[in-house]
């Protein structure tokens, strides 16, 4: 029983949810990336995350303010009280949509047949229905290898259009073939971008000027070019937490990555969108 209780105090998470709908919003924006998603638990904030060993691959990075989801937030680790899983997206998605009329949700980790799980506990009505979310548990060498890519300042971002108008434009050139160009350029504050496809049939282009620059100095210019999967880009603008986000840049990063960076509606926090780029 000492052993037993030892364990349950070296780490421990426990959390009243009271945004259900922005959990499930989260969650189903990285399944559509890839199903195995992790959770790093901190002391003021909670991360979401699908990092790969490859620039190959897509990468999201989603960064919320404790305070923004929970009430009674209590963790506790000897990892600088720090807890990361790893989970399926699917599972945790089909949870919450099970709790959409619930009054009250606890979340919780503990342990049902020696397999670590995530337990949701809800209240519906005069009814308690409570569920089991298998997790794996991560040491601190395994959470800090699902860091974000240490890649290099982009050659140049600027604040994107509106997601639906992105989406109708990406829409149309969907049909037309597999890869699309992306340029853009910037100046004192403001910039352009130029997303074109180009096949053996036709040539297509699409200009947006007047954007804004987030760069730090006002004077600064900047030029960048890359190459990236239609469809890629095309998964990235339908999650649903970019509909309601307050801004979104767009960062070229010459050989690198695509970032598309976005700035969370009611300050709940920031999604980072790592886009693998192809040669040009």
């Known amino acids: 029983r000492g052993k037993g209780f030892r364990l349950r105090r070296v780490m421990r998470f426990r959390a009243e949810l009271f945004d259900a709908s922005a959990l499930t919003a989260i969650i189903t924006s990285l399944e559509k990336v890839s199903n195995e998603i992790a959770i790093i638990l901190e002391k003021n904030r909670v991360s979401f995350r699908i990092a790969r060993d490859s620039m190959t691959e897509e ?3 989603v960064e919320i303010g404790v305070d923004g ?3 009674d937030y209590r963790i506790e680790s000897k990892n600088n009280n720090t807890i990361g899983i790893v989970t399926s997206a699917s599972n945790l998605v089909s949870a919450l949509r099970t709790g959409d009329r619930a009054q009250r949700i606890i979340m919780k980790l503990h342990k049902k047949n020696q397999q670590p799980c995530l337990k949701i506990e809800m209240s519906i009505d005069s009814n308690r229905i409570m569920q089991d979310i298998p997790v794996r548990l991560l040491n601190k060498k395994q959470i800090d290898e699902k860091a974000e ?3 290099r300042d982009p050659e140049v971002k600027l604040e994107l259009p ?3 108008t992105l989406k109708n434009v990406i829409g149309r050139m969907q049909s037309l073939g597999e890869d699309l ?3 853009a350029t910037s100046r004192r504050g403001k910039g352009e971008m130029t997303i074109q496809i180009i096949t053996d049939l036709v040539q297509i282009k699409t200009y947006f000027k007047g954007l804004n620059s987030h760069d730090d100095d006002s004077k600064a210019e900047g030029a960048g070019k890359c190459r990236i999967n239609i469809k890629k880009l095309a998964h990235v ?7 309601t986000s307050d801004f979104i840049l767009g960062c070229i990063i010459e050989s690198q990555a695509f970032v598309l960076y976005a700035k969370l509606g009611q300050n709940l926090g920031s999604a980072t969108f790592y886009i693998p780029v192809l040669t040009l």
């Open 237 to 243: 603008l339908n999650t649903p937490i970019l509909r």
């Open 181 to 183: 160009i992306m340029s």
């Open 149 to 151: 890519p240490p890649l």
């Open 69 to 71: 989801l929970f009430d």
């Open 162 to 164: 509106n997601v639906k």
């Open 59 to 61: 990468k999201v990075f």
